[in-house]
């Protein structure tokens, strides 16, 4: 899977400041999946995470004047749609729960069975384990950054990811066999 252009979703949060349209198509373009996988990981409900992720490329247009460029847009993207989340899990606390559904966050082109098996795979993981392989996965986060926008020590996250990869890397060799 291709890492998201952080140079060229910079521009264009730039350029959305001036109000230019085609820029956030470009910036949706860019980011969406990865955007999506993270709210995915933290909500476990695909309608929410739908939710969230349009409600973060809204909110990222209207904060796009006072958006500071620090090459970093995709951490930007992601505190914004974490932020969306919390508030979600928050509110949906005082609310009556709906049933679990199937969501998939595998690629598009993926074999059902194969995002079936993603999805068995990632709920193995611990909540923490997950969002960290979906931010380095799918978001193209580096470990460092990771860390500062989950509030977590470097070496926390490292092993946490070492410790997912394996367990997935084991729930796959088993599948295999």
Not at 133 to 143: E, P, R, S, W
């Amino acid at each position: 899977m291709e890492e998201p252009n952080q140079n060229r979703m910079d521009q264009a949060i730039r350029r959305m400041a001036s109000g230019d349209r085609d820029a956030l198509r470009e910036l949706y373009t860019e980011s969406a999946r990865a955007v999506y996988a993270y709210a995915l990981s933290l909500l476990k409900n695909a309608s929410d995470a739908e939710d969230v992720l349009q409600d973060t490329f809204l909110r990222a247009w209207n904060a796009a004047p006072s958006y500071q460029s620090r090459q970093k847009p995709m951490a930007w993207l992601i505190t914004i749609a974490k932020n969306l989340a919390l508030s979600r899990l928050r509110t949906a606390r005082r609310t009556e729960p709906l049933p679990d559904e199937p969501h998939y966050c595998a690629p598009e082109g993926f074999a059902i069975e194969d995002r079936l098996l993603l999805e068995a795979c990632l709920n193995t993981l611990s909540d923490a384990e997950r969002q960290i392989v979906v931010l380095h996965a799918t978001g193209g986060l580096k470990h460092r950054e990771i860390a500062k926008l989950l509030s977590l020590p470097l070496g926390t996250v490292l092993s946490k990811y070492r410790r997912a990869i394996g367990k997935l890397r084991n729930i796959l060799q088993e599948e295999a066999v």
